[in-house]
């Protein structure tokens, strides 16, 4: 983003990045959003932000783990309303980044970045830049049936490309680091991203909010692993009940295992994809469960089953086990594969890929 503003002309007097990270110095200042950017006005812009935003030379303001300080949103909101600059927020906790949301009512958009296309995959493993096959901003076109036809013909066009591609993303799934390490093994990757960011979210983000310390990260963990083991289908409660009866030898109640799922969603570690509203004439269907990124890492997911097709360490953890000769497989791998290559397919939320294969 900084890179693009400085292309389109932006003089670098008017960017502002902060990362916070957890530092006790950062903590120790009442108001860091605020003190810093009075100062960057002071001494870098030798302006006040309202005068710079009034000349119609706003600055703008990056702030990088934000969810690190405890009001950073209402900083930023006085920022905005005063001095009138720009700001982008990015963290590596979608569940603590969602919480100073409030303060920033109306003033703010969110986008969820999802795990890598397959076009981006294609260019880390050094293919080739495909280019998106929609335009920006150009969902107009999903309405029309040539749209349809021409993006089948594309990705027939580059076939060769969307198999390499999708070979890789089977092999390690959609996270960025596994492919811009692609000479490290799957275990070393695997391991560092249990770490960083399952842990993470599980052992750190579970006490986040007044119930926080209340949530009981064993229940977490074990949900999360019949997550993983359930990716693609819509288990029904009474098979959430039993499992997870079974593995923790106690009597849980539905509602508190529909609170962790939602929980789990809230962290984007998966997706809850509601029923569709015509299975909901009929009845209630149960909420199917979709990975967030396509390849969980071993670890907190390893008490699923050995690795295999579906499971957390096989080819693709979005898939369930199936058979070579599954229709739904060979249709993706034939055609509708070629969307995402090409950028066409719209994430849905932008946060999730929902590959969801039989």
Known sequence: MIDQLLRDGVVPQRILRLQFDELAPLRAMPTPVLQIAYWFAEQVRCESLTLAASKGEPVFVFLDEAQNLPDWAPQLKNLVDVSGVRGLVTGSSALRIEAGRDSLAGRVSTVEM??????????????????????????????????WLGLRAFGETHLGYRR??????SERGAYPVAHVRADRSWEEVAEFLNETVIRRAIQHDLRLGPRGQKRDAALLEEVFRLACRYIGQSPAQSLYLDEVRRAMHASIGWQRILAYLRFLDGT???????????????RRGATKLCSVRPRTPRGVAAGVGAPGPGRPGGPAASCRPCRSDCRECRRLLSTVDGGPAGGALPRAGRGTRRWTLC
């Open 114 to 147: 999802g795990p890598l296309l397959l076009r981006e995959i294609g260019q880390f493993r050094g293919l080739g830049d495909l280019g998106s096959y929609l335009p920006p901003n150009g969902f107009g076109s999903l309405k029309e049936k040539g749209f």
């Open 164 to 169: 390499e591609a999708f070979r890789a993303f």
């Open 268 to 282: 984007l570690l998966l997706r809850l994809i509601e029923p569709l509203e015509l299975r909901l004439k009929k």
